[in-house]
């Protein structure tokens, strides 16, 4: 129900900006494009709107704060939240006789794990039944045995037949105001306050918690390792896994792309082992190496090491023999052709394959550590996601994601700084 | 003994399938130092596996490659080559691109600094000798290409259609530039071209071959080239010999041409 409400706002907001902000900014095509009259199915007319960029994050902020009561948000924006306060609904109770009472349940709704006085009986209470108090947490159902106190128990014939008037039998449900009672096979009610439709803290945490979490777990540190440690052991493990992947792979790449025997001993190999997702390898590398550092770089090695393989040996495949040839016409012995014209024009490829490499590295390490780890960020997200400590979860799912990204843009830097000729040939 | 000799070269490819092209049978020819020579054919006569096999890529199945009196075993930078595109070293700027050659030899800047320069400027490239390969327009890529090659200092240059990517106005200056080369130089020089203007104007002698198999249809020695040194091309072309000779062969890869057409026609 929540689900499908946050997706249409969403659609809703996507349509509404587009609609507002083309209008109002116009189609402001910038220079070359301004003039092409078909730019509709022109892939290079396309250039990405940055004002659609911008209000996707902050879409997404909104939202994340409108159903989270984020205090970022003016309240006007919020979705409606929990019932919080007091509130009451009359039960109807039935003896063995078929003689009728009614009494009163005050009920009081607080937020988890706040301190709260319980409730107080007020008014009349004559007959069998008597009143009851119940305190529930929001978001929280409450089991309320109104029989407790009630002349007649359970035992002796007690039964619970109408809520506010309204007809109730085991397993069915009562609309009340502020949420709704339901009844227990065994006939004990069930108070379950409205929930609105805000994300309770424990599935999705406001933005500001979680902004708070990164603040108090940067500076306390969680599980015994302080927030740059098990970020900074998992990104040492990745570059330390990669280096060694790309130490073995490329000259095993350029191997095989030079050496037939080459090609031919390691061809197997490397096509059997380039679909073993490197996922599939924890359990077998936690067998072999445990799971200290040994392991997880022995994991990312492998994980680095095919994909470099294949990378260089593409781009010595790739070769123009034109240029092979021009540089042995040129007097070029097999060792400078190899430094001079191989090993630069693989370049390009070997980057790509970095890229792909470092990606792979950084997904694998926070699987591997997910599984069992004593430091890194996956450890860090599994061991607070079974504390229900869903604010530590986001906050490292966010980091993990800022510094994937961030890697990959520092290759791009590197390669374009490099690699200048890439694509251009 | 000096000169280039190409001695009964024969060229047999086997096919996958079993079968074989002949590409080259029979082909003797005899360069002199200082030689220009343009080869012309219909497509699939075997030119360019000529010059691979002159140049060192391919052996040839019968006959040897002599030059300067030892035989031709593989690749060497006596003899240069100019490529069609594509030869150059994008990772290079244009500079590194030329002195390639003296730096593989183990010459540092100061022993080949000074000759690079020169052939830079001959090529009229000075001002673009620190650009990257991909900034430049393809007539300018082939200018380095000849810089590059000249800078070795080869005895035999051998170009497979080095114009042919060119549009015509840029193709007019690289022939004169060709010519001029040539003749400053006194380099043997092998031609390929499919165009017959071209053929005639770069060839003090010109070839044309025959396919399947590839062999020597006809030779011509032609007085264009020696008229074409520094003067204008265009006034080369009204000399009264000049276009007869164009139709003669013309019609001659036509008849071949025709004839090849033919053939396919029958056998399919
Ligand atoms: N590596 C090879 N394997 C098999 N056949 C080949 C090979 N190289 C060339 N041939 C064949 O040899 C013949 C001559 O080819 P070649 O490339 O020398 O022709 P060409 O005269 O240069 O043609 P074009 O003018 O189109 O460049 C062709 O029939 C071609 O199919
Ligand atoms: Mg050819």
């Not at chain 1, 994909?307 to 123009?320: E, Y």
């Not at chain 2, 130089?185 to 104007?201: D, N, R, W």
Request: hydrophobic share 45%.
């Amino acid at each position: 129900m929540t689900g499908i409400l946050i997706l249409l706002t969403y659609v809703a907001i996507f349509v509404v900006t587009w609609v507002v902000v083309t209008a109002v900014v116009g189609r402001a095509l910038q220079g070359f494009n301004a003039l092409k009259t078909v730019t509709f199915g022109d892939e290079s007319a396309v250039t990405p709107n940055r004002s659609a960029s911008i209000i996707s994050v902050l879409t997404l902020f909104l939202i994340w704060g409108a159903f989270t009561g984020s205090a970022l948000l003016p309240s006007f924006l919020h979705a409606p939240g929990p019932f919080k306060g007091d509130t009451q609904f009359t039960y109807t109770a039935e003896d063995g006789d078929g003689n009728r009472d009614d009494a009163i349940v005050f009920a009081r709704v607080a937020e988890v794990g706040t301190d709260v006085e319980d409730p107080v009986a007020e008014g009349a209470d004559e007959g069998f039944a008597k009143n009851d108090v119940v305190v529930a947490g929001a978001w929280r159902s409450e089991l309320i045995r109104v029989d407790r106190n009630d002349e007649i128990g359970r035992d002796a014939g007690h039964k619970v037949v109408a809520i506010n008037g309204e007809p109730i039998e085991p397993g069915g449900r009562v609309k009340i105001a502020d949420g709704e009672v339901g009844m227990t096979p065994k006939g004990t009610l069930n108070f379950i306050p409205a929930k609105g439709l805000q994300m309770e803290p424990i599935w999705l945490p406001s933005p500001e918690a979680v902004w708070q979490r990164f603040l108090n777990v940067s500076t306390e540190g969680y599980q015994n390792f302080t927030l740059l440690e098990h970020l900074g052991y998992s990104l040492f493990r990745v570059v330390l896994g990669f280096l060694f992947g790309a130490l073995v792979g490329i000259p095993l790449g350029y191997a095989m792309g030079l050496s037939g025997w080459f090609r031919g001993w390691f061809d197997p190999i490397v096509e059997f082992m380039r679909p073993v997702p490197p996922l599939a390898l924890i359990p077998l590398v936690i067998i072999w190496a445990g799971i200290g550092e040994s392991g997880k770089i022995i994991l990312l090695f492998l994980a680095a090491l095919w994909i470099m393989t294949i990378a260089a040996r593409a781009g010595v495949s790739g070769v123009n023999i034109t240029k092979v040839h021009a540089a042995y016409s040129l007097g070029a012995s097999k060792w400078q052709l190899m430094r001079h014209v191989i090993m630069p024009n693989s370049l390009p490829e070997i980057f790509t394959g970095a890229r792909v490499a470092m990606g792979v590295c950084w997904g694998t390490v926070v699987a591997a550590e997910l599984v069992a780890a004593e430091v890194g960020a996956g450890m860090m997200i599994m061991v607070a996601s079974r504390f229900q400590l869903t604010d530590i979860v986001i906050m490292g799912i966010i980091l993990i994601g800022i510094i994937g990204f961030g890697i990959d843009i520092l290759m791009r830097m590197a390669e374009k700084k490099l690699v200048p000729w890439k694509g251009r040939s | 003994m000096s000169g280039l000799q190409i001695d009964n070269i024969s060229m047999r490819f086997d096919l996958p399938n079993g079968g074989h092209v002949q590409a080259l049978q029979n082909v003797s020819l005899d360069l002199k130092e200082g030689d220009l020579m343009s080869v012309l054919g219909p497509s699939g006569c075997g030119k360019t596996t000529l010059l691979n096999i002159v140049a060192g890529f391919l052996a040839p199945t019968e006959g040897q490659i002599v030059l300067n009196g030892h035989q031709v075993k593989g690749p060497d930078a006596e003899r240069g080559m100019v490529f069609q595109q594509g030869a150059l070293f994008e990772w290079m700027s244009v500079r590194e691109n030329v002195a390639f050659g003296p730096r593989m030899k183990g010459q540092n800047e100061s022993q080949y600094g000074e000759n690079v320069d020169h052939l830079l400027d001959v090529v009229g490239l000075q001002d673009f000798k620190e650009k990257a390969i991909y900034e430049l327009s393809g007539g300018m890529q082939q200018r380095v290409a000849l810089a590059r090659c000249l800078a070795n200092d080869p005895d035999v240059i051998l170009m497979d259609e080095p114009l042919g990517a060119l549009d015509a106005l840029t193709r007019e200056k690289m022939q004169g530039l060709v010519l001029k080369l040539w003749k400053e130089t006194g380099k043997t020089i092998i031609l390929i071209t499919h165009s017959v203007e071209e053929a005639l104007l770069l060839g003090e002698r010109l070839l044309v071959m025959a396919p399947r198999p590839g062999r020597i249809h006809k030779e011509y020695r032609l007085p264009f080239a020696e008229m074409g040194v520094g003067a204008d091309l265009r006034e080369v072309k009204k000399h009264k010999d000049y276009a007869p000779t164009r139709e003669e062969i013309l019609s001659m890869i036509w008849d071949m041409e025709e004839e090849i057409m033919g053939r396919t026609e029958e056998s399919a």
